[in-house]
T-cell receptor, first 115, second 113 residues
Framework: GAGVSQSPSNKVTEKGKDVELRCDPISGHTALYWYRQSLGQGLEFLIYFQGNSAPDKSGLPSDRFSAERTGGSVSTLTIQRTQQEDSAVYLCASSPAGTQEETQYFGPGTRLLVL | AQSVTQPDIHITVSEGASLELRCNYS??????LFWYVQSPGQGLQLLLK??????LVQGIKGFEAEFKRSQSSFNLRKPSVHWSDAAEYFCAVRKRSYQKVTFGIGTKLQVIP
């Protein structure tokens, strides 16, 4: 079946502009995660959605970052007033819910470059 | 806070040689443990995972990993490396009662003929 998809695959923007990154999780997966992968860094957790519960936003680096998930499916990560340090690959993952042992399935990522 | 250490940022091995990638975690209880691989321009693919039971875990592409509680380690191994194994490998841990996954910094594997 289809995996996690993300769009755009690449985004170049100017400093100060807002950007929106989209994630389509695997159908039926109720959990959705956003990560950031910066050059030379591991994956940094940003935010986690589970069903209709309040999201875990503990990883968002600043109030310029926000995310929403509409209808329990598609998610959008928004970065306002982008800065050069926001340049990174943004990865989305989804997982089925219901057990402790659920595994995350990753999308190909969106490579963001802020000039 | 839990942490994951991958001490080797970059490893080079010859094709056909054996491979071991190290991973240590810092956490009070045994977490769930994962290894992912990321090929250039690709997303992360799960190689294997440890939840409980047999401490030697078999994964895809001929990889295996051994959980050693006494050493807080979960090293990834492959007896004979193929050129297509060149990629970046990430160790990850997740607390058993929590969804957040903590990733290591990654080990970049280069395979030479």
């Amino acid at each position: 079946g289809a995996g996690v998809s993300q769009s755009p695959s690449n985004k170049v923007t100017e400093k100060g502009k807002d950007v929106e990154l989209r994630c389509d999780p695997i159908s039926g997966h109720t959990a959705l995660y956003w990560y950031r992968q910066s050059l030379g860094q591991g994956l940094e957790f940003l935010i986690y959605f589970q069903g209709n519960s309040a999201p875990d936003k503990s990883g968002l680096p600043s109030d310029r970052f926000s995310a929403e998930r509409t209808g329990g499916s598609v998610s959008t990560l928004t970065i306002q007033r982008t800065q050069q340090e926001d340049s990174a690959v943004y990865l989305c993952a989804s997982s089925p819910a219901g057990t402790q042992e659920e595994t995350q399935y990753f999308g190909p990522g969106t490579r963001l470059l802020v000039l | 806070a839990q942490s994951v250490t991958q001490p080797d940022i970059h490893i080079t091995v010859s094709e056909g040689a054996s491979l071991e990638l190290r991973c240590n975690y810092s956490y009070g209880a045994t977490p769930y443990l994962f290894w992912y691989v990321q090929s250039p321009g690709q997303g992360l693919q799960l190689l294997l995972k440890y939840f409980s039971g047999d401490t030697l875990v078999q994964g895809i592409k001929g990889f295996e990993a051994e959980f050693k509680r006494s050493q807080s380690s979960f090293n990834l191994r492959k007896p004979s490396v193929h050129w297509s194994d060149a990629a970046e490998y990430f160790c990850a841990v997740r607390k058993r009662s929590y969804q957040k996954v903590t990733f290591g910094i990654g080990t970049k594997l280069q395979v030479i003929p």
